[in-house]
Antibody, heavy 121, light 107 residues
């Protein structure tokens, strides 16, 4: 069974930093692209970042480019999202999601349950 | 690419047919468009990808169609468990974008 378990969420002040982790199990982690997608309270889905081709290529939404970094440690079956210079509008539930293959042009076929990040003073 | 979904809310009874639309501001490369279902308190679940391919385990009452800039998700006969919010997403170009969602509710 494919499982994705996010952690690292919490309350952080504006301008602060936070690192989210997503531990994967039930599949060969290194063979798949991975993404982060967020959802602000009561709002729709927003793609944040993707990591493909075994980590060689990264893509970011304009809203987080230069502030967030997606990375992975295949030896630990773990995906990360390092978030810096956090703003109130980064407040959201952050989902870790697996790509259908290791390519860019594939949808997300498995999702975790999310980690809540709240940016507030 | 901006994706605009319509209608915003669809009020239907079980057994009825649901037709959800997703219109793109420019051509979606390779028809790389997916539909997701999200129920309250749950993560999204992929229903259709590549505009018309059903994901593993998805019932055949769900069907996707379209190309270019116009895409449709059809639920042939609504079941009680089909109510929720549906999102389209294009994943052919960066940034990947989602539509704003269509809520399917019980009439």
């Amino acid at each position: 069974e494919v499982l994705l378990l996010e952690s690292g969420g919490g309350l952080v002040r504006p301008g602060g930093s936070l690192r989210l982790s997503c531990v994967a199990s039930g599949f060969t982690f290194s063979n798949y692209a991975m993404s982060w997608v967020r959802q602000a309270p009561g709002k729709g889905l927003e793609w944040v970042a993707s990591l493909i081709d075994n980590g060689r290529d990264t893509y970011y939404a304009d809203s987080v480019e230069g502030r967030f970094t997606i990375s992975r440690d295949n030896s630990k079956n773990t995906l990360y999202l390092q978030m810096t210079s956090l703003r109130a509008d980064d407040t959201a539930l952050y989902y870790c999601a697996r790509g259908h293959t290791d390519a860019w042009s594939e949808p997300c076929d498995y999702w975790g349950q999310g980690a809540l990040v709240t940016v507030s003073s | 690419i901006v994706l605009t979904q319509s209608p915003g809310t669809l009020s239907l009874s079980p057994g009825e047919r649901a037709t959800l639309s997703c219109r793109a501001s420019q051509t979606v490369r390779g028809s790389l468009l997916a539909w997701y279902q999200q129920k309250p308190g749950q993560a999204p679940r992929v229903l259709v990808y590549g505009a018309s391919t059903r994901a593993t385990g998805i019932p055949d009452r769900f069907s996707g169609s379209g190309s270019g800039t116009d895409f449709t998700l059809t639920i042939s006969r609504l079941e009680p468990e089909d109510f929720g919010v549906y999102y389209c997403q294009q994943y052919g170009s960066s940034p990947r974008t989602f539509g704003q969602g269509t809520k399917v509710e019980i009439k």
